[in-house]
């Protein structure tokens, strides 16, 4: 009777589970299916309802050679550069947020200190300040410096944490038992050894989610680099995308756009896949069994 | 099937290849990252390197409509420039779009580093003027013509209404300095699909058309089997076109007498919207139109589309399915019609004002403009060119080219730029009340013309506009911020030197304090001095496009202006708390229920857990466009899955961003976060990994029932990542911005004009940067309180293995 209702179960989350996959695939499908099109098929099945117009019957591959070599001014070099240059700023983001923001966000779960409560205030108080305001006075600011179209503003304040995973990493290094931390006190570490030894270990599924959220984020993040970066060959791959969109905001070889689009995110969805097996192990294992 | 030992003994084999495809995985990540900061360093080490010798020109423009082929042969003409001169080096830069060009724009002016040379379009020539942002050129000109340069610019060979719309005397357009020499420019009208015309068998419109005779064949046109007659977009622009060939306009000689009362201008204005709310076979009734509007025209559904000007030609050469033609603005009362026009202008700020005149002049040379209009994106300003093959070219579509060209030469025409006040919010206020009139049914064209009456009014006579303001005095704030800040150091040494604490206890207390400096550094580096500016500037009246000495002190006066006499304000408020209180509660459910389903261990879920988080991962433009299709409400998927549900109970799905966009345009946006719910479930999934199994065996060993356990046991031990998610919802839904900002810009009307979008239309389109530091001290005000009520309130119901008291 229980296997029965077990078999039952899974078949429905099965069934669930597919049809949202299904639908979550939509979007990816549709930019698939339009990146195959050619121009003129492609600027129409973007506007009909026919959605016979949208499978690529004549699967332009081309499209993708096309789009990559067309980013940017220079044939290729604008792509490369603009790879490169995206990778650098992520992968340095990265390392430094996981890092920072763990550091911190131990200290306001764990460490007892005169001043947390007000100053874990303060630091949820810094999100919700919108980031059209503070972008000109930042530009200012990293104009007085001298930062202006180098890397340096994008990737220097990664490494003084970011409000957001530090309150994550806070949430989830409060759930680890007192008792796991007392012992690793007895065996005669310090609060760093405690910090790296036991906490981060922990947090292994946190700081897989801490990697995917700010690769993505930064990875497609376009204000930023719109705004500090001047030159061509400076710009990250979400400002380079950007070059197939016209006066008014349309777009004018949407195929080319859906194709580069599509390149633009294999890092993302390689780094999520190698993540969430991360993500999943990395808890089940050490700690709960404590 | 489902024997575990199959399933086990599956496992352990595939788990070689796999660490094998993870090592080729992780080889190729490392020789990406090695050769990514190789290049990027090898690169910036000559950049630094590299003597700075000459004279460098920043040109800052965007691509227009001719995307990626326009910007090469702008590349081209620059380096052109630069091998005629010797010891002048231009920079290029090219954000895109013009919204992200006028964003760009505005930092590099704010901190006095403006572009040497930039575009400007027509309808921002008065307020840049005003401003003082763009050198005048006359006497650039004149110089030219004493020393007798060989290169020098005749105007007499540009067009003379596109010159016109770059002259302004503080009060009119069309007259006083000169301001940018035209690139480029184009009349208005409608594309035909001629292929239609001769199906319902009507000949073409003839050139001297009138709106009698268009709204007669979209009728026409409008009785084919699923053909709509005409599509017609409602731009302020457009709108004022359209009433200006009734001899009309919204307002008089100047901009000071509002005009819309007029009966003749309601009239015209009804016959205008009847034709989109009451024949629906003849007019698209505002459904398709989503941003640009023109891509209907080429599924060849739609028998006409416009008013569009010259820059949906390189789009429409693409069309292979039926042939298709150009005829200008059909006359009312009167001939007329109108030209949008883009310049290059030179920064009055810029060092090199010399250098600057001589690109602008190379330019917009002859040569330059031949090179420049074989893409059909626009006309020549240069006559000379526009007369001539280069222009007229007989071989691509439109076959009428030379009905672009028809009303200028026309006497009778009257051919004028669209002109602007120098204050943007009467562009913006009457844009917002005659879209929502003409698109939707929810605000009636008398309410609309009131609605815009009072707005106007209460934002001109306003002290911010009125009154005259002091410096602001940055000195004094300084000075006081820097006697605070040592105040509070003061406090603070004297606060953690007093309290006496036990030798382990303080060294805790400085670990603790050395952990969380990175975020305290940061804190006082980055985040405080950007947060003081922004408190300063809600207090000031600062443009954004000056340097900060030139800010005025208001005082509370933006507050008030805020929360007083801002009507759009209180909508967007009203849009973005809706938008919250559909997103949050629905995303919260969605995604722990995700998680949930994430938890079980099926086969393949590794697979599933992948799918449901890819959209997630989509951002920018390419998503935007997917989303307008989506929601089309004709040819949009939404509305193909509704229409059969909806059907069974009568009921026709909703036009999302159309004539219902009050009720469902703020939960159309909420639909598109179910679809990013990635992160969320992702946190909650990591969560759920936390709890401990073998509470949750014990339970059920006690026959403690599924449903039970998870709230007895599951949903305790979540509370705090629960807690952490809401609050994150809601923080960056109170801020919802990119999707709105791409997909509606806020339109219909204000339907969805959320929060943060208004505040940054204030911010870098109507030029108040205070203003808009203003909104976001009420936002941060708005949500910190909200933040914290949830946390004095979690104390009751959040449950923390450490952070007990």
């Not at chain 1, 001298?146 to 994550?168: C, K």
């Not at chain 2, 640009?292 to 569009?308: E, H, K, L, N, R």
């Not at chain 2, 599924?706 to 801020?735: D, E, K, W």
């Amino acid at each position: 009777m229980n296997a029965e209702r077990t078999v039952l179960s899974r078949l429905t989350a099965h069934g669930l589970l597919l049809v949202g996959a299904l639908l979550m695939l939509l979007p990816f499908l549709w930019m698939l299916c339009v990146s195959l099109l050619s121009a003129d098929r492609a600027q129409a099945a973007t506007v009909s309802g026919d959605l016979l117009r949208l499978l690529p019957t004549d699967p332009q591959w081309q499209n993708y050679p096309d789009a990559l070599s067309q980013m940017g001014s220079r044939r290729w070099q604008g792509f490369l550069d603009a790879l490169a240059n995206s990778v650098v700023i992520t992968t340095l983001c990265v390392i430094a947020t996981a890092l920072s923001s763990s550091l911190v966000g131990f200290a306001f779960a764990r460490m007892r200190f005169r001043g947390r409560g007000p100053l874990f205030v303060v630091m949820l108080a810094t999100m919700m300040l919108p980031a059209q305001v503070t972008m000109i006075p930042l530009f200012l600011l990293f104009r007085h410096l001298g930062w202006i179209d180098t890397l340096l503003p994008l990737v220097v304040p990664a490494f003084f944490g970011n409000a957001f995973f530090i309150f994550m990493y806070r949430q989830f290094i409060a759930q680890i038992p007192e008792s796991l931390i007392e012992a690793a006190a007895i065996d005669g570490h310090g609060w760093l050894g405690i910090w790296w030894r036991i906490a981060l270990p922990l947090c292994r599924p946190v700081t897989a989610i801490c990697a995917v959220f700010t690769f993505i984020y930064v990875w497609n993040d376009f204000l930023g680099p719109l705004v500090y970066l001047h030159s061509d060959e400076q710009a990250t791959l979400a400002v380079a995308l950007n070059s197939f969109r016209n006066q008014y905001g349309g777009v004018n070889k949407v195929n080319l756009l859906m194709a580069a689009s599509l390149v633009t995110m294999v890092p993302c969805i390689l780094l999520f896949l190698a993540a969430q097996k991360q993500f999943i192990e990395g808890l089940g294992k050490g700690a709960v069994k404590g | 099937m489902f024997m575990r030992g199959g399933s086990d003994a599956g496992v352990t084999r595939p788990t070689r290849r796999v660490s094998a495809a993870v090592v080729a995985f992780a080889a190729c990540a490392l020789a990406l990252i090695v050769w990514s900061f190789m290049r990027v360093g090898s690169r910036e080490l000559s950049r630094l390197l590299r003597a700075n010798d000459g004279t460098e020109l920043v040109v800052l423009h965007w691509s227009g409509e001719g995307g990626p082929e326009e910007d090469e042969i702008v590349e081209r003409s620059l380096r052109a420039f630069e091998a005629a001169h010797p010891g002048v080096r231009v920079r290029r830069i090219n954000p895109g779009d013009a919204a992200s060009f006028y964003t760009k724009l505005q930092t590099m002016l704010a901190s006095g580093d403006p572009p040497d040379v930039f575009y400007v379009g027509a309808e921002r020539v008065a307020s840049f003027a005003a401003m003082g942002l763009m050198a005048k050129l006359d006497g650039m000109l004149a110089a030219d013509e004493v020393a007798n340069d060989p290169s020098r610019l005749h105007l007499d060979d540009l067009y003379p209404a596109t010159v016109e719309a770059f002259r302004y005397d503080g009060k009119d357009i069309g007259r006083g300095d000169l301001y940018g020499i035209p690139k480029d420019f184009t009349t208005v009208g409608f594309y035909i699909n001629a292929t239609l015309f001769a199906k319902a068998g009507i000949p073409l419109p003839k050139p001297d058309w009138t709106w009698d005779d268009f709204i007669a064949t979209a009728r026409t046109l409008g009785t084919l089997e699923g053909i709509t007659g005409t599509e017609f977009v409602t731009w302020p622009m457009m709108v004022r076109a359209y009433l200006r060939t009734d001899g009309l306009d919204t307002h008089g000689a100047n901009f000071d007498e509002v005009r819309l009362r007029d009966p003749k201008v309601l009239a015209s204005l009804d016959r205008l919207r009847a034709w989109r709310h009451d024949e629906e076979r003849a007019l698209t009734s505002g459904k398709s139109k989503l941003a640009t509007g023109a891509a209907v025209f080429t599924t060849g559904t739609v028998g006409m589309a416009g008013p569009f000007g010259r820059w949906v030609v390189p789009e429409y050469r693409k069309i292979r399915d039926f042939e298709w033609d150009f005829r200008p603005l059909p006359r009312g009362a009167v001939k007329s019609n109108v030209i949008a026009t883009v310049a290059w202008a030179i920064a009055d700020q810029s060092k090199h004002k010399d250098e600057a005149w001589k690109l602008v002049r190379w330019m917009t040379s002859e040569e330059s403009q031949r090179e420049q209009c074989s893409l059909g994106l626009a006309i020549p300003s240069n006559r000379h060119v526009a007369e001539s093959p280069a222009f007229l070219d007989p071989n691509a579509a439109p076959i009428s080219d030379d009905a672009f060209l028809a009303p200028l030469r026309d006497p009778e025409c009257d051919v004028r730029v669209v002109d602007w006040p120098a204050d943007p919010v009467y562009e913006q206020l009457l844009g917002s009340r005659l879209d929502q009139a003409l698109r939707t049914a929810d605000l009636s064209l008398d309410a609309a013309v009131a609605d815009f009456e009072r707005t106007w009014s209460q934002h001109r006579l306003s002290p911010l506009v009125q009154g005259t303001f002091d410096p602001f005095p940055w000195r004094q704030a300084v000075t006081a911020t820097a006697i605070v800040a040592a105040m509070i150091l003061i406090a603070l040494v004297i606060f953690y030197a007093r309290g006496i604490r036990s030798g382990s206890a303080r060294r805790e207390e400085l670990a603790g304090l050395l952990f969380a400096s990175p975020w305290l550094l940061g804190f006082l580096l980055f985040m405080a001095f950007p947060i003081l500016m922004s408190l300063a500037l809600s207090l000031a009246s600062w443009q954004g496009v000056s340097t900060l000495d030139q800010a005025r002190f208001v005082g509370a006066g933006n507050y008030a202006q805020l929360l007083l006499h801002d009507e759009r304000f209180r909508r967007s408020l009203w849009v973005t708390t809706y938008y919250v209180l559909v997103a949050v509660p629905a995303g919260q459910i969605f995604a722990l229920l995700a998680a949930l389903l994430m938890n079980t261990k099926v086969r393949g879920i590794a697979i599933y857990r992948a799918a449901w988080y890819l959209p997630s991962i989509l951002s920018g433009v390419g998503v935007a466009v997917l989303w307008r299709w989506v929601f089309d409400p004709e040819a949009g998927l939404m509305n193909a899955a509704l229409r059969p549900l909806l059907g069974l109970v009568g009921l026709a799905p909703p036009e999302w961003f159309g004539r219902d966009a009050a009720v469902w345009g703020p939960p159309a946006f909420g639909i598109m976060s179910l679809s990013m719910i990635g992160g969320t479930m992702m946190i909650y999934l990591a969560g759920l990994q936390n709890v401990p199994q073998d509470l949750l065996e014990a339970a059920s060993i006690d026959r403690v029932g599924r449903v039970r356990r998870f709230f007895v046991i599951t949903l305790p031990m979540l509370s705090p990542v629960i807690l952490f998610n809401v609050l994150m919802a809601l923080i960056g839904s109170f801020q919802v911005f990119t999707q709105a900002f791409v997909m509606t810009g806020g339109e219909p009307g204000d339907l969805t004009r959320f929060y943060v979008l208004y505040l940054y239309n204030q911010a870098f389109e109507l030029y108040a940067m205070g203003y808009a530091s203003a909104m976001a001290w009420i936002l941060l005000v708005i949500i910190l309180v909200i933040t914290l009520i949830l946390l004095r309130s979690s104390a009751r119901f959040v449950y923390y293995e450490a952070l007990k008291k």
